[in-house]
């Protein structure tokens, strides 16, 4: 899952490529160790934007202008922070989740979140940024993740406010992203997309029970509804005037429609679903507008989204705790295994020998 | 074929149905335990690793606690209780799985030791029950052809970290021969002759559980030599989880998973 | 030491078909690879055969040695049965 709210503060470093991590990594990388005269550059980027205007995708080993690296790197690399730490919330009512059938569904639904991860981070690979790094650049706060799992989930019916609401905003976002001009990218979100389209209904069917329920259950359902629908419409990130990365995206083909237009399509398709469900959405403002055919939604609280974002949500410091323990307590498994690995070469390089021998 | 069919005369049908909860609760709760380590695995890779193993644990609990049900309706009466009925009302005294299970997570190596144990020994029953040839019970074999690969896999799982956390570093070898020590009071227990067991097994609908033991250890002594490590020789063993005799910890573990069902009764999910 | 190595996943579908490249996963060995790739690129049953391979162990061309790798290969139109100009009446050709 994953929306487009990390940061309406581009001069922070906001990533590995921006504090020489990745140009490390890319030491080994031939494209760095050619030092191109200005002519070729010039003849390369005119491929580039060639290729861009085809609507061709750019693979790992083109020449491609450092800003598009950059700036896939960062995104990329978010959206893979965006479903690891999105496991958190949903992860903690697997042990509580009330039936088996929804144990089952809610298991699965979290480890594809661990999935989505993973084929992210391997995305980000082919620019050159290690997973280490990037896992690095999240423990310590210099990538951010979707802001939007800094809310707790505090009763069942979060569970499916998530997949309806949470859910619903990330494919609305990721859809475009199919057609995305990096290739590895484009890849993965089909894969990502395909995988997901079971995590929204599961999350509706999760209320759509709920609001048939008895009373106690139906202001659950409500009750989460309130709780969750306002950061859902932020994840679809700033409004179009004030977000800073979004015109050279565009251009980049690497994003397709603007923060305000997929929040639109968003509110237009989920208020009819709301109703299905008999809940009220918390907006006063929400009314259908004939005239445009869409519905138009009060002001979005921007001062705490900022708020959340800079650091102070109810998890900003828990799910970042969570997450480095989880790494911190792993270390000495990574480290044994990769000792035996090490060993098992070497036993193998020496049974070679001595066969030869 | 129906539970009524199941029934052999020298069946009990009271002691088939406590046989699949026995299973099904040992399946049931060390999902619980693997369930609380998605997002908290030593590497992404692992969290899918854990979620397929409680996923496919999961899937062999629900099998076997509808199917306890059914033949536990076939003497009561009254309608089959379901998975969740049973998985959600029974209190502590009424569940009937092995301590092993019910120990908390641990570290990763006690949660290794704990599925080399466990994977190794359902792999032996599953495989039995499997090729019991003309089974009086074909709805319990088919539950377990099923499982057979399923589990193959788990053991597989386990033994490979076995391996790599006993020969990789110091540290490593330490934490896996202290998870093993802390595991296996346990073994026993699986290996118990219940009296349910015993009377199923002389009408070939299971195998014995002791007659499990000797394959399950041929396979565990040779991993964890492999392993550089040893075998504990543990000096108490616990009892009692098949009758309804549990360690504290389950009493914690059924709070928790079964809270929402029990706060809100009649309620649909 | 804990930065595992990366490895390349290729999955066959189904039988028949031919392995195609996944993506890719940290593993700390080929064995663990092999568990790993199954674990995250076939869990919805997407395959019956999987390969692991060092992602350093791939060669691959360079995208500055893509006009003389490729394009000659570009104006060999008679390589392909369009090319050839048959009477429209002849049969099994």
Known sequence: MYGNDFSTEPSEPLNAAETGGVEQAMAHEDRRAQLLSEAEVADRQEQFDALIAADQRIEPRDWMPEAYRKTLVRQIAQHAHSEIIGMQPEGNWITRAPSLRRKAILIAKVQDEAGHGLYLYSAAETLGAGRDELLDALHSGKQKYSTIFNYPTLTWADVGAIGWLVDGAAIMNQVPLCRCSYGPYARAMIRVCKEESFHQRQGFEILWALSRGTSEQKAMAQDAANRWWWPALMMFGPPDAESSHSEQSMAWGIKRFSNDELRQRFVDMTVPQAQKLGLTLPDPDLRYDEESAHWRFGEIDWSEFKRVLSGDGPCNAQRIAHRRKAHEDGAWVREAASAYAAKQAKRTAQAREEAVA | ?269 | MSDWPLWEVFVRGKRGLNHTHAGSLHAPDAQMALRNARDLYTRRGEGVSIWVVPAAAITASSPDERDSFFDPAGDKVYRHPTFYDVPEDVEYL
């Open chain 2, 1 to 269: 074929m129906s539970p009524e069919a199941a029934v052999t005369t020298q069946v009990r049908p009271q002691a088939l149905a406590r046989y699949c909860l026995a299973l099904g609760d040992d399946a049931l709760i060390l999902t619980q335990r693997l369930g609380e380590w998605m997002s908290r695995a030593p590497q992404i890779e692992e969290d899918m690793a854990l979620g397929n193993i409680a996923l496919d644990l999961l899937g062999q609990a629900r099998a076997l606690l509808t199917y306890a049900g059914e033949v536990e309706a076939t003497y009561t009466g009254e309608p089959a209780r379901s998975e969740d009925d049973l998985a959600f009302f029974r209190d502590e005294r009424e569940f009937r799985c092995v301590h092993l299970v019910e120990q908390p997570r641990g570290d990763f190596a006690f949660s290794i030791a704990r599925q080399l144990v466990f994977s190794t020994y359902q792999y032996a029953l599953y495989s039995r029950l499997s090729r019991l040839a003309t089974s009086p019970d074909p709805t319990l074999a088919g539950i377990a052809a099923k499982a057979v690969k399923e589990v193959d896999y788990h053991r597989d799982h386990a033994e490979q970290w076995t391996l790599r956390l006993g020969d990789g570093t110091q540290e490593s070898h330490r934490r896996m021969q202290a998870g093993l020590d802390e595991v296996w009071p346990y073994v026993d227990e699986l290996f118990t002759d219940t009296e349910d067991a015993a009377e199923l097994a002389s009408a070939g609908v299971v195998p014995l559980p002791s007659s499990l033991r000797e394959e399950c250890e041929r396979r565990w002594t040779a991993v964890i030599e492999q392993a550089t490590l040893q075998v504990p020789e543990p000096t108490r063993r616990s009892r009692g989880g098949r009758e309804g005799i549990h360690s504290e910890h389950l009493g914690y573990v059924l709070a928790e998973m079964q809270h929402i069902p029990r706060s809100y009764p009649g309620s649909t999910w």
